[in-house]
């Protein structure tokens, strides 16, 4: 399992996960193939997709939210600070998200 979760989290190739942790590719694949139909099973009774009036109020929410219409929701916003390069292109960079940082 170790493997497969390795994979999934890195990308990583068959070969590489499999020399590893010491096991062939084949068994890599197969671990790989396993985990994730148990995941899939998981994630299905602990996640879904609102429906009817749900997706209405959702949609509602996030427009008030943030001003957007005509979204179901997000998975992730995260910012990440980039400083502005000191470069001649520079007066062309701009980070939105600096108030309250």
Same mark, same amino acid.
């Not at 671990?31 to 949609?59: A, C, R, T, Y």
């Not at 996030?62 to 910012?79: E, R, S, W």
């Given at each position: 399992?170790?493997?497969?979760?390795?994979?999934?989290?890195? &990308?990583?190739?068959?070969?590489?996960?499999?020399?590893?942790?010491?096991?062939?590719?084949?068994?890599?694949?197969?671990?790989?193939?396993?985990?994730?139909?148990?995941?899939?099973?998981?994630?299905?009774?602990?996640?879904?997709?609102?429906?009817?009036?749900?997706?209405?109020?959702?949609?509602?929410?996030?427009?008030?939210?943030?001003?957007?219409?005509?979204?179901? &929701?997000?998975?992730?916003?995260?910012?990440?600070?980039?400083?502005?390069?000191?470069?001649?292109?520079?007066?062309?960079?701009?980070?939105?998200?600096?108030? &309250?940082?």
């Amino acid at each position: 399992m170790s493997c497969a979760i390795y994979k999934l989290a890195h &990308g990583a190739n068959f070969l590489i996960s499999s020399k590893l942790f010491a096991i062939g590719k084949s068994t890599t694949t197969l671990v790989l193939h396993e985990v994730v139909d148990v995941m899939n099973v998981i994630f299905k009774k602990l996640l879904s997709w609102p429906n009817g009036v749900e997706i209405q109020v959702f949609m509602e929410d996030f427009k008030q939210f943030c001003g957007l219409p005509n979204v179901q &929701g997000a998975i992730d916003g995260t910012h990440i600070i980039i400083f502005k390069p000191l470069t001649p292109f520079s007066k062309d960079y701009v980070y939105h998200k600096t108030k &309250g940082i």
